[in-house]
């Protein structure tokens, strides 16, 4: 790809595997073996090591004995925690953008969100979301916030893809969204800030659901 050439190739091999974390391809407990993921990049395994050192500066890999590097597990009380922090920075960013959004994003996030109730749950579904929440941080016209939410936004890749893989899900996010712009519209910090952690706790509910649903333990899942 030309975008690809015109990079270091540790920066492709580090954006790929960010990627592959999101999308679940690489789960929580795989192993990071340096020669396969150079084979499977089409690179050498110098940069490979390069962005694998990356994502543990970025804490989502760690070095386990007779394993070597491997994405990081996290336990139910770090999703917790996680998401706790979700609704403090979401939260606050709705009530900046209450006040400093422009007429043009708030129509923009109408329109992210009309786009979501039209999509299919899926990848399409996730993205449109993605965008919504990046949109709406951006309105927030507060850098500190911004960088802030990046480092969060990197330990969630964790958890792999969203809960937006579901029907239901995607028709109570729309839902959620919708109160979330009511307040932005009517430029109510207070309620919008109050609406996005509304949306940020069913979220964590829909996680904290799907993790049951699956064969491993709560406590060992991500």
Do not use: C, W
């Not at 900046?96 to 786009?115: F, H, I, T």
């Not at 996010?173 to 109050?194: F, I, K, Q, W, Y």
């Not at 964590?204 to 491993?216: F, V, W």
């Amino acid at each position: 790809m030309a975008e690809d050439s015109e990079i270091p190739q540790g920066q492709v091999a580090y954006r790929r595997l960010l990627e592959d974390i999101r999308s679940g391809t690489l789960a929580p407990g795989a192993r990071l073996r340096e020669t396969d993921l150079a084979e499977r990049l089409g690179i050498s395994r110098t940069p490979v090591r390069e962005a694998i050192r990356q994502l543990e500066a970025d804490g989502l890999v760690i070095h386990l004995a007779r394993q070597g590097a491997t994405i990081r597990t996290l336990d139910h009380a770090e999703v917790v925690e996680l998401y706790e922090m979700r609704a403090v920075l979401e939260g606050t960013a709705a009530r900046l953008a209450a006040r400093a959004a422009s007429d043009m994003e708030l129509a923009e996030l109408a329109a992210l969100n009309s786009e979501l109730a039209a999509a299919p749950a899926g990848p399409q579904a996730r993205e449109l979301n993605r965008q919504f929440h990046r949109t709406l941080l951006d309105a927030a016209r507060n850098r500190f916030l911004l960088k802030s939410m990046s480092a969060l936004q990197k330990t969630l890749l964790i958890l792999g893809p969203s809960t937006l893989g579901d029907s239901d899900r995607v028709a109570s996010a729309v839902a959620e969204h919708a109160a979330v712009l009511t307040a932005l519209e009517a430029r109510d910090g207070v309620a919008a800030e109050a609406a996005m952690r509304g949306h940020v706790e069913a979220a964590l509910l829909a996680r904290i659901r799907g993790m049951r649903g699956r064969e491993i333990p709560l406590e060992d899942e991500v």
